[in-house]
Nanobody, 121 residues
Framework: QVQLVESGGGLVQPGGSLRLSCAAS????????MGWYRQAPGKQRELVAS???????NYADSVKGRFTLSRDYAKKTVDLQMNSLKPEDTAVYYC???????????????WGQGTQVTVSS
């Protein structure tokens, strides 16, 4: 079983920064894609940033130049550094991982429990 545990959310003033971290547990798999999504009240969940293995990072237009995704394959972690935060960044942020099982080669999609980010003065 694969579990994703997020940390780092909270309340920050506009223009401030937060760093979200996601740690994956489990064995006998490798990551195909890791990233972050968010869901604001009354809106659909949307992609924030994702990084496929061996590929380049894909960012939502609304966060380009402000957010940076980084991941450590060995530690099975993916972090989201968020700078110059705006009130419209307020949402629940979800870690996402698409993994591939070593034995069966089956692809599975996993989500973290979500962490609240609130940008307000």
């Amino acid at each position: 079983q694969v579990q994703l545990v997020e940390s780092g959310g909270g309340l920050v003033q506009p223009g401030g920064s937060l760093r979200l971290s996601c740690a994956a547990s489990g064995s006998d798999f490798r990551f195909d894609v890791m990233g972050w999504y968010r869901q604001a009240p009354g809106k659909q969940r949307e992609l924030v940033a994702s990084m496929p293995i061996g590929g380049s990072t894909n960012y939502a237009d609304s966060v380009k130049g402000r957010f940076t995704l980084s991941r450590d394959y060995a530690k099975k972690t993916v972090d989201l550094q968020m700078n110059s935060l705006k009130p419209e960044d307020t949402a629940v942020y979800y870690c996402n991982a698409v993994i591939r099982r070593m034995i069966t080669n089956r692809r599975d999609n996993y989500w973290g429990q979500g962490t609240q980010v609130t940008v307000s003065s």
